[in-house]
């Protein structure tokens, strides 16, 4: 079972800021933040990972909280290609077993 | 720095026969998953191979599915007898050796069962 819980779904205004949160209350210490998107029939795209500190790339930025229960991926500025079922996944650092998908939060960005 | 390549992206078969589904890595990765996609449902793992091992197996059916990563070519997950049930997208990831565990998937073979 995913250790995670994800909003069913949300809306996002175009080229405004998409804030996805993702509550992972039972982490560990060693686990990792994972997200990934997949935008629909594609393949599941990686986007972030982060252990404790705020993580930042050409995609997304990552918010963890300081007692790591929970965490928030930002799109900076949605477009409408960025309409996708993103998933938030614990997993433990180092490790090379499987992924584990829940539901993830279905983001629509609407014009 | 192609990524994660599947053949065939969509696949037909009748009731009864085999459907082989190909997975070649990223460059420099030795280490595949496969995942099953249902209509309508998320991401199911079911098999970690790394060259000519096959890791974990625990989210395979135990009849029917047979996977292999051999130390020459693609990744194959075969199923023979397909049935109705096993029309899926089947998606494969793969990973570095080094310990990088991000995985990075390919597009997905679409498994139609007439």
């Known amino acids: 079972d995913a250790k995670t819980t994800q909003p069913p779904s949300m809306d996002c205004a175009e080229g405004r800021a998409a804030n996805l949160p993702c509550n992972h209350s039972?982490?560990?210490?060693?686990?990792?933040v994972y997200w990934y998107r997949q935008i629909h029939s594609q393949g599941p795209q990686y986007i972030i990972h982060g252990l404790k500190n705020n993580e930042t790339n050409e995609m997304a930025s990552l918010i963890i909280t300081e007692d790591r229960k929970s965490s928030t991926l930002i799109l900076p500025h949605a477009t409408l290609r960025d309409t996708a079922v993103y998933y938030c996944i614990v997993r433990p650092g180092g490790s090379q077993g499987n992924l584990i998908f829940g539901k993830g939060t279905k983001l629509s960005v609407k014009p | 720095n192609a990524g994660v390549m599947q053949n065939p992206r969509h696949l037909v078969r009748r009731r009864g026969q085999e459907a082989r589904l190909r997975c070649s890595p990223m460059k420099g990765h030795s280490h595949v998953y496969w995942y099953r996609q249902l209509p309508e449902e998320g991401l199911k793992f079911m098999v970690y191979l790394q060259k000519e091992n096959i890791i974990d197996e625990s989210g395979m059916p135990k009849e029917r599915f047979s996977a292999e990563f051999p130390k020459e070519g693609p990744s194959i997950l075969r199923i023979q007898q397909v049935v109705r049930g096993d029309s899926a997208a089947y998606f494969c990831?793969?990973?570095?050796?080094?310990?990088?565990?991000?995985?990075?998937f390919g597009p997905g073979t679409r498994l139609l069962v007439l």
């Open positions: 039972t982490i560990s210490g060693n686990e990792y």
């Open positions: 990831a793969s990973s570095e050796l080094s310990g990088e565990e991000t995985q990075y």
